[in-house]
C-alpha cells in the first residue's frame, strides 16, 4: 500500500478462527489490524487507536453487532463500518438490512471471497 | 300469510247471515202485514157489512112499522081519533123507545097528531107533502140535521103518505102524511153495539172509528162525533166513503181525514131492497193501520229482543270462537311452518354438509340415503332404500361394521368408527369417520349412521404437519446458513492464506534450494544465503510458520464444524424414513438441540441431563425431532424477550428420564413464562402470541397431535411467570393404541 499511514482496521469478531483468517487475510494486504472478541472491547480499542474501518459480526452474544454499530456510529462518526452476516434471516429480520439502516457503510454476507472483502475496504477509504 | 288473512270470511259470512236472517224477518214480517193488513181489512169490510145490515134491517123494521101504522090509522074519524091517534103514537113511542117522534101531518105541513101532544097545530118544519108516494116506493127517508120535534136533534125521518077516506063530517079525504122519526143517536147505538160484539170477536181493537154517510158522502153518523154536520167525505176524497155509497164493499188503506195517519177503512153500502127507497148510504169503519201493525210492532219487537238476546251472544260466541281458531290456526300454522321449516333446514343440512347420512328401520333396513351417501358409496337412494343394508356392496371391512351396528343395538349408545378404510373399485382407498347413534322410534330402534370422507382432512392434515415442518426447516436453515456460513468464509479464507504462504515458502525453498545445490558444490556463496535470509523476511517465514499450523488447525475445526451441522440437518430431516421404529430419543434430542444452535446459542447456555440407560421407545423419529424442535424454538424466543437488551444469557434444560413403561422429556427455560389466562390455549391450532407474520401458530398444536394422536403420549406444560416454562412430554415405549402410527408403516 502507498499510503503514508498504513490503514487500520479493527476486526470485531467473537468466533476466533473466523477473527484469525480475516486477520491473517487482511495483513497479508498490508493492514495494521486490531481485533476484539466482543462489542465493548471493540469501542475501547476505538478510544485508544486511530481505527480507519471497523470490520463487525452483527451476531455475537453479549452487546449485539447491530448496539456496537450504533454506539460507534455516535462516538466515532468518522469511522467507517462494514457488517459482516451469515446472511438470511434471524428470527425473521434482515440483520444486514437493518445494519444498514443503523448506519454502517457496507455489509458483506458470509461466505465472501478475499477480493470482495477488500474492495468494500478500499471502497470506504477512497 | 298473516293472521288478519286467515279466516277473513267468517265475519263476512256471519254478516251475510245475519242480512239474509234479517232479510228473511222482514220478508216475514211484510208478509205477515200484508196478510195481517188483509185480514184486519176484511174484518172491517165484514165489520161494515155487518153494520150496514144492522142498520138496514132497522130501517126495515120502521118500514114495517109505518106500515102497520098506515094500516091502523083509517080506522078512526079524523077529528074523534086525532086525540085518539096522538095517544095512540104516544103508546106506539112508548113500547118503541127508538121513535124519537111519530105523528101525522096535513097537507099544509101542520101537525095533526102526534107522539108529543105539545106538538100537535105545528109547523112539522122539514116534513113537506111528498105527495102520493109511487107504487114502488111507498116510504121516503130523509135524514134532519135540526129536528124541531125532537129538540133540535139530527133524526131520520121515515114518511110516507097517508089518504083517509072521507068519514063522518068530513066528505074529501083526508091527505095528510105519516112521519116517525128516530134519533141518529139509535143508529149509532146500533153500530156502536155491533162493533162493540165485533171488538169482542176480534180481539180488542184500540182506536176503531166509524162513520155512516149519506149518498152525498155527508157524514151521518160518527164514532168521535168530530166531524161536524158539513163533513162531506167524498168532497174530501175520501175513497172508502166514494166507493161505499157507490153500493161497493171492499176494505181500503187511506188517509185520515183528519190525522195525518194511514188507516185501515173497511167500507159497505146499505143494501138495496125492493120497494125500500134507495139510500146510498155508507158504512166506514177504520182502525189505524199503526194499530193493525200492533201486533207486527210487538213481534218486531220481541223478535228483535230474543234476536238481539240470541244472536248476540251467538255473535260473541262465534267471534270467541273464531279468534280461538284463528289463534289456534297461528299456532298450528307456525308450528306447520317451523316444522316445515325444520325439514326443509335438515334436507339443506344434509345437502349441504360434507357428511352422509344414513338411516336405518330396525338397524337392517335403509330408510334415509342422502346424495353425500350416494356420492361417497357409489349407490343411488333408490338403490339403496328399502333394501337391507348389509346386502349393499360396499367394500368395507363389514365384520366392522356388523359389530358396531351390534353393539349400538345391544348397549343403545352411540358408537364411533374414527377410521374406516373405503376400498373402492378404481381410486385411492378413502377414509371414513363414522358415528352410529341409536334412534328410538315407535315400531323399534332405527340407528343413524353419520359419516364423513375424513380422506382429504387427513392430507390436510399431513399437508399442515409438512407445512410447519417446512416452517420450522426454514427458519432453521436461516441459522444453520449462519452456522454454515462462518467457518466456510474461514476455511476459505485459511485455504486462500496457506496458498499464498506455500507460494511464500515455495520462493524461501528455491533460494534454500539454490544455497543447498551451492554448498553440495562445496562453494559457500554469501550473496545466496544472504539471498535466502531477505527471502525469508520478505514472506515473514517466522509468521507463517506461527499461523500456517494455526490455519491448518482452525480449517480442520471449521470443517468439522460443517460437517457436524450437516449430518445433524440430515438426520433432523430425514431421521430414517417415515416409518415408526424403536428410536433413540438421547440422539435425537441432541441433534435437535444441534441444528438449532443459531437459535438459541446467543440468548441461552444449553444444558441437557439425559438418562443413559433410557429405552428405546416405538415413535416415527421425524415428528418427534419436530416437537423437540418447536418447543427448544419456543424457549429461546421465550428467553429472548426476557435477557434482549442486556448481556445476560437465560437457560434452557433438557432432559431425560425413565417413567414407568414410558419416557419424560423436560424441557425448561427460564424465559417469561406462559399466563395462566392463555395456558389453555397453546395447544390450540393457531394460536400465536408472536406478531402477525411471526408464526402459524401450528407449532404446540403440532406438538400435542403428534405426541397425543400419533404416539398415545401426553403433552403437559407447567409454567409460572416471570420464572419460566416446562413442557413434559410423556412417551410409552410401544404406544397400546395408536393406528396412525401402525398405519403409517
Redesign the interface.
Known amino acids: 500500500m502507498l499510503n503514508e499511514k498504513p490503514t487500520t482496521i479493527l476486526i470485531i469478531e467473537d468466533d476466533p478462527s473466523l477473527r484469525d483468517s480475516l486477520r491473517r487475510t487482511l495483513r497479508k494486504r498490508g493492514y495494521t489490524i486490531l481485533q476484539a472478541a466482543e462489542g465493548g472491547e471493540g469501542t475501547m480499542l476505538l478510544g485508544t487507536h486511530a481505527i480507519d474501518v471497523v470490520l463487525i459480526d452483527i451476531f455475537m452474544p453479549g452487546r449485539e453487532g447491530i448496539e456496537t454499530i450504533l454506539q460507534i456510529r455516535r462516538s466515532h462518526p468518522q469511522v467507517k463500518i462494514i457488517a459482516m452476516s451469515g446472511g438470511g434471516e434471524r428470527m425473521h429480520i434482515d440483520v444486514l438490512r437493518v445494519a444498514k439502516a443503523s448506519g454502517c457503510h457496507q455489509t458483506l454476507d458470509k461466505p465472501f471471497s478475499e477480493e470482495a472483502l477488500i474492495n468494500a475496504i478500499e471502497a470506504q477509504l477512497a | 300469510m298473516t293472521k288478519s288473512v286467515r279466516y277473513r270470511w267468517i265475519p263476512f259470512n256471519m254478516v251475510a247471515v245475519t242480512a239474509v236472517a234479517g232479510g228473511i224477518l222482514l220478508f216475514g214480517i211484510s208478509k205477515f202485514e200484508s196478510y195481517l193488513v188483509d185480514r184486519t181489512g176484511r174484518e172491517l169490510q165484514w165489520a161494515a157489512i155487518e153494520i150496514a145490515e144492522k142498520i138496514h134491517l132497522l130501517l126495515v123494521e120502521r118500514y114495517g112499522d109505518m106500515k102497520l101504522i098506515q094500516g091502523i090509522l083509517p080506522e078512526a074519524g079524523y077529528e074523534a081519533r086525532q086525540r085518539h091517534w096522538s095517544q095512540h103514537f104516544k103508546n106506539i113511542q112508548e113500547a118503541y123507545p127508538i121513535y124519537a117522534w111519530i105523528g101525522f101531518v096535513d097537507k099544509a105541513g101542520r101537525v095533526v097528531a102526534s107522539s108529543d101532544p105539545a106538538a100537535v097545530g105545528k109547523e112539522a118544519g122539514s116534513v113537506r107533502w111528498v105527495g102520493p108516494v109511487d107504487g114502488k116506493r111507498s116510504i121516503a127517508i130523509q135524514e134532519i140535521q135540526h129536528d124541531e120535534l125532537v129538540e133540535g136533534q139530527s133524526t131520520l125521518s121515515f114518511e110516507t103518505p097517508v089518504t083517509l077516506h072521507a068519514w063522518h063530517g068530513r066528505s074529501d079525504p083526508f091527505e095528510g102524511t105519516l112521519v116517525t122519526r128516530i134519533r141518529f143517536s139509535e143508529l149509532d147505538e146500533v153500530v156502536t153495539r155491533s162493533l162493540r160484539e165485533m171488538k169482542k170477536k176480534m180481539e180488542s181493537r184500540e182506536g176503531m172509528e166509524y162513520q155512516v154517510v149519506n149518498n152525498q158522502g155527508q157524514v151521518l153518523i160518527e164514532s168521535h162525533h168530530l166531524l161536524g154536520e158539513t163533513a162531506n167525505l167524498i168532497k174530501l176524497g175520501v175513497k172508502s166513503a166514494e166507493r161505499a155509497t157507490a153500493g161497493e164493499a171492499g176494505f181500503i188503506l187511506e188517509q185520515h181525514t183528519r190525522r195525518p195517519v194511514e188507516v185501515l177503512t173497511g167500507y159497505a153500502p146499505i143494501p138495496e131492497q125492493k120497494d125500500f127507497p134507495k139510500l146510498g148510504w155508507g158504512i166506514l169503519v177504520q182502525v189505524d193501520h199503526r194499530a193493525v201493525l200492533g201486533p207486527i210492532r210487538s213481534l218486531i219487537q220481541t223478535v228483535t229482543f230474543w234476536g238481539m238476546a240470541i244472536f248476540l251472544p251467538l255473535w260473541a260466541l262465534l267471534l270467541w270462537t273464531m279468534h280461538r281458531l284463528r289463534a289456534e290456526w297461528h299456532q298450528t300454522d307456525a308450528a306447520q311452518q317451523a316444522s316445515q321449516e325444520l325439514v326443509n333446514q335438515k334436507r339443506t343440512l344434509l345437502a349441504t354438509v360434507e357428511a352422509f347420512f344414513i338411516q336405518l328401520n330396525d338397524a337392517s333396513v335403509v330408510s334415509e340415503w342422502t346424495n353425500q351417501a350416494e356420492r361417497t358409496f357409489r349407490i343411488t337412494a333408490d338403490e339403496a332404500i328399502g333394501k337391507p343394508f348389509g346386502g349393499l356392496s360396499i367394500s368395507w371391512d363389514w365384520h366392522v361394521m356388523s359389530a358396531a351396528i351390534a353393539q349400538v343395538v345391544q348397549s343403545r349408545a352411540v358408537v364411533r368408527l374414527n377410521k374406516v378404510v373405503l376400498n373402492q373399485e378404481g381410486e385411492r382407498p378413502r377414509y371414513l369417520k363414522l358415528t352410529l347413534s341409536p334412534l328410538k322410534t315407535n315400531s323399534g330402534l332405527d340407528i343413524v349412521l353419520m359419516g364423513e370422507d375424513i380422506t382429504e382432512y387427513l392430507a390436510l392434515e399431513h399437508d399442515l404437519s409438512q407445512a410447519q415442518k417446512l416452517e420450522s426447516l426454514g ?1 432453521l ?3 444453520v ?14 485455504l ?2 496457506l496458498k ?1 504462504a506455500f507460494t511464500d515458502i515455495g520462493a524461501v525453498l528455491d533460494c534454500h534450494h539454490t544455497a543447498m545445490t551451492s554448498a553440495k558444490a562445496g562453494s559457500y556463496q554469501q550473496e545466496v544465503i544472504e539471498r535466502c535470509e531477505a527471502e525469508a523476511r520478505r514472506v515473514d517465514l517466522e509468521y507463517l510458520r506461527e ?1 500456517v499450523p ?2 491448518i488447525a ?1 480449517s480442520f ?2 470443517v468439522e464444524r460443517i460437517t457436524k451441522i450437516v449430518r445433524a440437518m440430515k438426520e433432523f430431516a430425514h431421521p430414517g424414513g417415515e416409518e415408526a421404529a424403536y428410536e433413540d430419543l438421547n440422539k435425537a434430542i441432541q441433534t435437535t438441540v444441534e441444528v438449532s444452535r ?1 437459535e438459541w ?2 440468548v441461552a447456555e444449553m444444558t441437557t441431563d439425559l438418562a443413559p440407560d433410557l429405552p428405546r421407545i416405538f415413535c416415527q423419529l421425524g415428528p418427534i425431532n419436530q416437537v423437540v424442535l418447536n418447543i427448544i424454538v419456543n424457549a429461546a ?1 421465550a428467553i ?1 424477550d426476557v435477557v434482549k437488551g442486556t ?1 445476560q ?1 437465560g437457560r434452557i434444560t433438557i432432559s431425560t428420564r425413565t417413567v414407568g413403561d414410558g419416557v419424560e422429556i423436560r424441557i425448561s427455560d427460564t424465559g417469561g413464562g406462559i399466563p395462566e389466562t392463555i395456558r389453555e390455549k397453546i395447544f390450540d391450532p393457531f394460536f400465536t402470541t408472536k406478531p402477525v ?2 408464526g402459524t401458530g401450528q407449532g404446540l398444536a403440532i406438538a400435542r397431535s403428534v405426541v397425543v394422536d400419533k404416539h398415545g403420549g401426553r403433552i403437559e406444560v407447567e409454567s409460572q411467570v416471570n420464572q419460566g416454562t416446562t413442557f413434559i412430554i410423556r412417551l410409552p415405549v410401544k404406544p397400546r393404541e395408536a393406528p396412525s402410527l401402525r398405519e403409517a408403516a
Open positions: 427458519q436453515a436461516a441459522g446458513a449462519h452456522e454454515i456460513n462462518t467457518p466456510t468464509q474461514f476455511v476459505g479464507d485459511n486462500r492464506f499464498d499461523e494455526k490455519a482452525q475445526e471449521g443459531n446459542k446467543y424466543h429472548g448481556k444469557k407474520g411471526k
